[in-house]
């Protein structure tokens, strides 16, 4: 029942389905000069530049941002210990996806969000990375790859991982060795060194 559900780019099933008087409403509301950016680059008198940004854009109109009312947004449920899906495919090695619960970058949980953050430079940052270093950039490698995705939403969302295995290589082990760093982190912090490449 979460917004996430949604690709942020849409589903054709919908496009398709949805009367031409709704489409236009739809962007008439959503698509405004509220939502517009301009950038100048290169070398340019900064008050002349503005004075012709004014005189050419500065008569649109600035309609109000249109959200949804908070008391229509779902609650986010909350999660109680580990959940498990598999999914089979004939691929040519394992690929195994982690997630979990991230907090927003807003309010109370902005502090966190800005830890995390860390962390998973600490931890995903190539061949820097704690799990880069144990588990791809190794005498002995485990996994091919390592890919994560931490992403500033407006709502807690999840945070995920991926390891394309290598074969012969066992998921459990891998998550282990994986755990393992970050019961590291979780115990003795980050390094100085790692804060200061953060």
Do not use: C
Not at 178 to 198: F, P, S, V, W, Y
């Amino acid at each position: 029942v979460f917004p996430y559900r949604w690709g942020p780019i849409g589903w054709m099933s919908d496009l398709d389905a949805i009367p031409l008087e709704a489409a236009q409403r739809y962007h008439a509301e959503h698509y405004t000069t509220r939502g517009a950016y301009l950038v100048i680059a290169g070398d340019f008198d900064p008050a002349q530049a503005l004075s012709w940004v004014k005189e050419t854009w500065g008569t649109l109109p600035t309609p109000p941002v249109k959200r949804p009312p908070s008391e229509l947004l779902p609650k986010v449920e909350s999660w109680v210990g580990p959940r498990h899906d598999h999914m089979l495919r004939s691929v040519a090695s394992p690929i195994v996806y982690w997630s979990y619960r991230a907090p927003a970058p807003n309010g109370a949980t902005l502090r966190d969000y800005a830890a995390l953050e860390l962390v998973d430079h600490a931890l995903t940052a190539g061949k820097s990375g704690r799990l880069g270093k144990l588990l791809v950039f190794t005498d002995e490698p485990k996994v091919s790859e390592i890919w994560a995705r931490l992403m500033p939403l407006r709502f807690p969302y999840a945070y995920v991982w991926r390891v394309d295995l290598l074969e012969h290589q066992s998921v459990t082990q891998v998550e282990a060795l994986m755990d393992a760093e970050i019961k590291r982190i979780a115990d003795n912090g980050l390094t100085d060194e790692e804060l200061a490449q953060a």
